[in-house]
């Protein structure tokens, strides 16, 4: 079992930035990847960007490149989302995940993870 708590999420305007964190808890073999998504009402959850905890490799969706970085802290049981150039489609709840995904198409895929926090909120506005 693994436990996740996400923090930091919060408003900002247009072109901003915020530092996201998620730490977790329990069985560290459960957690061949950190995961961070989103989703906005009535959407699906989509992959933002995932951290494989031991080779430290990172997989990042199209619409987040260059703005978006996962990395992992001194401890490996937290990994942060730093977010800059931040727009309103940057709307959402942010999730993060944890697990096996196995197969490199299921890293930014709901379907590859097996753990997931609460959500913290981040809101952009113009």
């Known amino acids: 079992q693994v436990q996740l708590v996400e923090s930091g999420g919060g408003s900002v305007q247009v072109g901003g930035s915020l530092s996201l964190s998620c730490v977790a808890s329990?069985?560290?073999?459960?957690?061949?990847?950190m995961t961070w998504f989103r989703q906005v009402s009535g959407k699906e959850r989509e992959g933002v960007a995932a951290l494989g905890i031991t080779s430290g490799k990172t997989v990042y969706a199209d619409f987040v490149k260059g703005r978006f970085t996962v990395s992992q802290g001194r401890r490996q049981n937290t990994i942060y989302l730093q977010m800059s150039n931040l727009n309103v489609e940057d709307t959402a709840i942010y999730f993060c995940a944890a697990g096996q995904p196995g197969a490199e198409s299921l890293r930014l895929r709901r379907e590859g993870y097996e753990y997931w926090g609460q959500g913290t909120p981040v809101t952009v506005s113009s």
């Open positions: 329990g069985n560290m073999y459960d957690r061949g990847y």
